[in-house]
């Protein structure tokens, strides 16, 4: 069952003055059911955003797109094959066995005379009989090159003899000094080595004006300049 609720009446009730809605703190609540400005001004902002942004759309995009006549396709019957050659059995004998064949005589080689007389053979004449065959070409044996030694340049023989080493002259001591020396194709001494020496002034004295001074006549192979060495014997004699 419902129950009746007994609801004050709507109005003013006589004999009492209207009071003015209070809070808690006892201030007025007086315009509290009245909407906001902010709010409302907020409200008309984004509605007026959303229509602008709705007539800035291209025309392209707001078109309706309407689809394409849809494609048909039928059935075309296609013919059939010829019909195939019926492939007949062709039915082969048994092989017969072969009989051999007599041998035939075949016709003979024609003979051909050979010619008689000179065959052209050395040593012999018979026909076919070869005779004896000569030895092989030997070359004769190249010559011997010709070869000369080296020889002094006379041109440069009277500055031949080395310097006397002062050492050797103050004591009175005579030596004699052997030595090698390699001579280029120009006839210039290139290297010298020493063989032996009665004292290390002799030779000392005789490597510095080798190179320096000593000129030769370079040997020769068939009439042509070569590199050669020579042994000589230099000695060192006082004169009064």
Known sequence: MMRLMNMPAMGHAPG?????????NGQSRYGAGRKSPLGMGGTVAVHALVIGAF?????????????????????IPVEPPPPLDPVEDVKTDAKLPSQPQPDRPTAPDPFVPLPTGDTGLIGSDHIGDIGPVPPPYIPPPL??????EAS????????????????????????????RVTISPDGRVTA?????????????????????KWRFRP???????????????????LTN
């Open 16 to 24: 009492k003055a209207e009071t003015p809605a209070t809070g808690e």
């Open 55 to 75: 007539l800035l759309i291209p025309k392209e995009i707001i078109d309706v797109i309407t689809p394409s006549t849809p494609i048909t396709t039928r059935n």
């Open 143 to 148: 010559p011997n090159p010709v070869l000369t």
């Open 152 to 179: 002094i340049d006379p041109r440069a023989k009277g500055a031949f003899q080395p310097d006397y080493p002062g050492t050797m002259i103050r004591q009175g001591v005579e030596g004699a000094v052997t030595v």
């Open 192 to 212: 010298i080595e020493k063989v032996s020496a009665s004292d290390e002034s002799f030779w000392l004295a005789t490597e510095r004006h080798a190179l320096r």
């Open 219 to 237: 040997a020769t192979r068939d009439g042509v300049a070569i590199t050669s060495t020579k042994t000589l014997t230099v000695r060192f004699t």
